[in-house]
């Protein structure tokens, strides 16, 4: 079944734009719609005290797919996307985020997934520093470390610490440390190892072996 997941609360982006948007990407994707539920939640909510999203989540079924207009529409956290992604994932629900026209799936590289999340979660934080400081809109500002950047995830990875990182790179533990915190590197590493160490879900007698997702425990 393909379900439209609506946010009812985006400040920025409408109800009516969201669909417009939503219906576009369909359309483009040869993708029918079967169904359409608003998502009601406020922001500053945690998602374990989101009753009517773990609801939504409970009554989805193995292969169902998910249309969202952003991401922003299951969570503004991190962290949290990570756990409603693994639980996506585990009964084999694909999702489709129309805006950056991307789709997760079981065949989706864990690379792929932390990469996007990086991104959402840089975009974020160059927005609230904007706000704060009263900055012109745009990306977050380049830095030297950028060039390192996949080296310094390979080393977190393998749980080195910012000294030794700093040792190898030739570069300062201070600096290297202010980076890799705005940059939430350790998140992202710690959301990368969550991934791979979920296997992909084949079939659905697969998914009757494993675990069950948190999110729609009773």
């Known amino acids: 079944m393909n379900i439209v997941l609506i946010k009812g609360k985006n400040c920025k982006i409408d109800i009516k734009s969201q669909q417009q948007a939503i219906i576009k990407y369909a359309k483009a994707n040869g993708l029918g719609i079967d169904e359409t539920e608003v998502e009601n939640s406020d922001k500053n909510v945690s998602l374990d005290e989101r009753k009517e999203f773990k609801g939504f989540l409970r ?13 922003h529409t299951l969570s503004s956290d991190v962290g949290e996307l990570l756990k409603i992604f693994d639980c996506f994932l585990r009964r084999s629900i694909s999702v489709h985020v129309c805006l950056i026209n991307t789709c997760i799936q079981d065949a989706t590289p864990a690379y792929e997934i932390v990469e996007m999340l990086s991104k959402f979660r840089e975009l ?19 830095s030297k470390f950028d060039v390192f950047r996949p080296q310094i995830i390979d080393y977190l990875s393998e749980e080195k610490s910012v000294n030794e990182i700093s040792r190898l790179l030739h570069v300062s533990r201070t600096s290297l440390k202010d980076y890799i915190n705005s940059r939430g590197l350790k998140e992202l590493v710690h959301a990368k ?12 007698t697969k998914t009757k072996n494993k675990k069950e997702c948190s999110l729609i425990r009773e």
Do not use: A, C, F
């Open 59 to 71: 009554s989805l079924s193995p292969h169902d797919t998910i249309l969202i207009y952003d991401l």
């Open 124 to 142: 974020n934080l160059s927005k609230g520093k904007e706000k704060s400081q009263g900055r012109p809109k745009g990306r977050m500002s380049k």
């Open 193 to 204: 190892i969550s991934l791979l160490q979920n296997p992909k879900i084949q079939t659905i």
